[in-house]
């Protein structure tokens, strides 16, 4: 792998822009802590279309600060990465990196924690073959193409930092936060009402006054100009706070503070509770309502009786 595979970038704006509207879209993201550092990664498709079904990721790492990060074609049971080796440096906020090729066998693969089926190959990306070492800085933004797609023209990337640690909490001081990792592509604009983020965190829905039970007890969280959500016995439901008509979204309740309420197609009057703010600012705003009651997941090992959300334009 040579210095065109793994290029530095400069963060200059916060936010992702997402959907149609974007030049191209966050499908995936997670942070790995190792005691001395905190290895983030954004995953994007550029361009955003078409768009991609079936596919997801994650990381496995070590104590000795290596991170193996993986994507995964369900459907195909194909999946492709990267080992990335991390070591702080003596010099505060320097870090030393080495990017190499995918160490993870098809019996991983098929363990139960992943999938628990057998079959899985492993797609060796070009270029990965030798490994390659960066010295960075705290902050610095790496972006590493994982899988190039000649017919559609498309890349999945991964945008990477490396960041320190959050400070262990003493006796005078509180737990500060670990530190959030967010990236966005593309030229500098103004911003725009449909570039207002929701964020949802452990949500609680209720349907007519009664908790529906798929999320009971319901973790994870999304954030993204759209977030969609499935219910069981209801379908897919996507939100957003800017007025989309044009892709059939109507004005359909509000949020305030961490709450949301609106109304479903039929008249059936939902409740979201968030485990934190869902709009930004101290506002009351509107919320925009697209539904679709018949749809239920297809993808590999999809369980339609488990309650799913992401963010994002969702594919049909």
Do not use: C
Request: glycine share 10%; net charge neutral.
């Amino acid at each position: 792998m040579n210095g065109s595979r793994i290029a530095a970038v400069v963060l200059v704006t916060i936010g992702l822009q997402l959907a149609a509207l974007a030049e191209s879209r966050r499908i995936a993201s997670g942070a790995v802590s190792a005691g001395k550092f905190v290895f983030h990664y954004e995953t994007h498709l550029d361009p955003s279309v078409p768009e991609l079904a079936n596919v997801g990721g994650g990381y496995v790492n070590d104590s000795r600060g290596t991170v193996r990060r993986f994507m995964v074609d369900r459907e195909r049971l194909l999946y492709f990465g990267y080992t990335a080796s991390i070591d702080a440096l003596p010099e505060p906020g320097m870090y030393r990196v080495t990017f190499s090729e995918l160490s993870l066998p098809p019996e991983t693969m098929k363990s139960a924690p992943f999938s628990g089926v057998s079959g899985w190959r492993q797609l060796r990306t070009p270029g990965w073959e030798d490994a390659t070492v960066r010295t960075v800085r705290a902050g610095e933004v790496l972006a590493l193409t994982l899988l190039s797609n000649d017919a559609t023209g498309q890349k999945i990337i991964d945008y990477v930092t490396v960041q320190e640690p959050a400070p262990a909490p003493t006796f005078n001081t509180v737990r500060v936060p670990t530190r959030e990792f967010r990236y966005a592509t593309g030229a500098p604009r103004d911003f725009q009402a449909q570039d207002a983020e929701l964020t949802i965190q452990h949500p609680r829905v209720s349907i007519n006054g009664r908790v529906h039970p798929a999320t009971s007890s319901a973790e994870g969280a999304a954030r993204g100009s759209v977030i969609w959500f499935y219910l069981p016995s209801y379908g897919r439901v996507v939100l957003t706070l800017a007025p989309r008509e044009d892709l059939g979204f109507r004005k359909a309740g509000e949020i305030r503070g961490s709450a949301m309420t609106f109304t479903l197609d039929g008249g059936n009057r939902v409740e979201l509770v968030s485990g934190g703010p869902i709009a930004p600012g101290d506002g009351v705003f509107n919320v925009y309502v697209l539904h679709d009651p018949r749809w239920r997941p297809t993808y590999a090992f999809a369980n339609p009786y488990a309650f799913t959300m992401g963010a994002g334009m969702p594919a049909d």
